[in-house]
């Protein structure tokens, strides 16, 4: 006759306890946390510190363009001065059209604009003539434009860059115009002749497409990207935290309370599913969310189903690729994501400091580093009117392939860890399953 027993308790595999009271005394136990935390704080100090004290001697290929509309020679000869007075090597000076400017300044693609009106050699020879002649004297005018769209920073230098150069310019100008009026007149000019003529062109300033209120000097685009960002890579965090300690596989210690789940028995692979899975609805929701709250604060939203939609879309795949790590790595895989989400996302975001300003380690990083591509995107909806050129295109493209590759990181290894019968525990998936009934 059999008797049924009751199912046996789950046991779970559990370290030596008589090898733990001994870690504390070893000198690996205290090194590796210190020199491991230790590194990973000065690769941040150092990248975000180097990336950010001297621009101005990073600077290389900055954009800046020209628009010269000037029917006579002079504007040829300014932009001739402009170009002696410029580093070339720092510099990326493009001559366009009217039209082809305003395209590269509203797609975030250059940082500053000089344009030159198509009377300005006629006037400058008006204002020249005005110094023998009687009546009124007007001086010939450029416009220098700054792109705040573009970044704070970067505006800011486009800015100083175009008021040296074209002071310098100016004054070159200056000298050959007083050489020709004294030489007409066949005496030494008058002193306040002399002092108008040093400085004969009118350069107005002017802010290209300025930024409505609530953008916070332009960094709202980068803060509301490091939300995304921080979203998926913390999100991922707590997800498989949570997951393991609700499926047996980590302890949930509350206080004093140290507790182990039920263990159930779940491969690798679908654990990585429902992981995923949480992370897609997560970034439906938190997109969501973000947008109330920085519409709540009153902060400009012109594509809120755009925005909310990428936003959506940035926080999975980041989310999915920083669990797959985590599945792939274990515990050194919260590191790695650490490392590559924050520590090296941070500086090369090219949002602070313009990459043509930074080191040109973080130009690199910023090809492939997820930080940067979601700021182009969010930057792009907030500042560009979502244009594909502006950077949204690029950014939908690179988060693609990086959700590509976590999907089949993250897929590939935990297949291989279950056809090979690497267990989270060894033995536990066994030790789960109640014991069956005895004869």
Not at 90 to 96: A, C, T, Y
Not at 152 to 164: C, E, H, P, V, W
Request: net charge neutral.
């Amino acid at each position: 006759m059999t008797q049924s027993q009751p199912p046996a308790a789950p046991r779970h595999a559990a370290p030596d306890q008589l090898s733990i009271p001994r870690a504390p005394r070893t000198v690996r136990f205290w090194v590796v946390p210190i020199c491991v935390t230790l590194a990973l704080l000065s690769a941040l100090a150092g990248l975000y510190l180097g990336g950010i004290l001297n621009p101005t001697t990073n600077i290389r290929h900055f954009p800046i363009v020209v628009v010269n509309e000037d029917a006579g020679p002079t504007g040829r000869q300014l932009i001739d001065q402009l170009t002696a007075t410029m580093d070339r090597s720092k510099f990326d000076l493009r001559e366009l059209s009217a039209a082809d400017a305003a395209t590269q300044l509203d797609t975030g693609k250059a940082y500053g604009q000089l344009a030159i009106p198509a009377d300005f050699s006629e006037r400058l020879d008006a204002f020249a003539q005005s110094a023998l002649q009687p009546g009124a004297a007007v001086r010939p005018t450029v416009t220098t434009s700054t792109n705040p769209r573009a970044g704070t920073l970067a505006s800011s230098i486009a800015g100083q860059t175009l008021s040296r150069a074209t002071a310098e310019a100016n004054a070159e100008l200056g000298k050959r115009i007083s050489a020709q009026v004294a030489a007409q007149a066949g005496n030494p000019l008058p002193g306040g002749v002399t002092l108008a003529l040093a400085a004969p062109v009118d350069v107005h300033t002017e802010v290209h497409n300025p930024l409505p209120g609530g953008t916070g000097n332009g960094l709202s685009a980068f803060y509301y990207a490091l939300l995304l960002l921080l979203a998926g890579f913390t999100g991922s965090l707590v997800v498989s935290t949570l997951v393991d300690s609700m499926l047996g596989y980590l302890p949930a210690e509350i206080g004093p309370v140290y507790h182990f789940a039920e263990q159930v028995s779940i491969s690798r692979f679908r654990t990585l599913l429902l992981k995923w899975a949480m992370m897609a609805l997560l970034g439906l929701i938190t997109s969501g969310v973000y947008l109330a709250i920085a519409h709540g604060l009153g902060m400009p939203i012109p594509h809120g189903w755009r925005l909310w939609a990428f936003g959506a879309f940035a926080i999975t795949a980041v989310g999915v690729t920083a669990s797959s790590v985590i599945a792939a790595l274990g515990t050194m895989g919260l590191l790695v994501n650490l490392l590559v989400f924050v520590i090296l996302g941070l500086p090369s975001a090219g949002a602070t400091v313009p990459l043509e300003a930074a080191p040109r380690l973080f130009g690199w990083l910023s090809t492939f580093e997820p930080m940067h591509q979601v700021f182009l995107g969010v930057r792009a909806l907030l500042y560009f009117d979502g244009r594909a050129a502006a950077g949204l295109g690029h950014a939908l493209q690179m988060t693609t392939v990086g959700l590509i590759i976590g999907l089949l990181l993250g897929g590939i290894i935990t297949r291989v860890y279950d056809r090979r019968g690497y267990h989270r525990i060894p033995g536990a998936l066994e030790a789960a399953r109640p014991a069956g009934p005895e004869t």
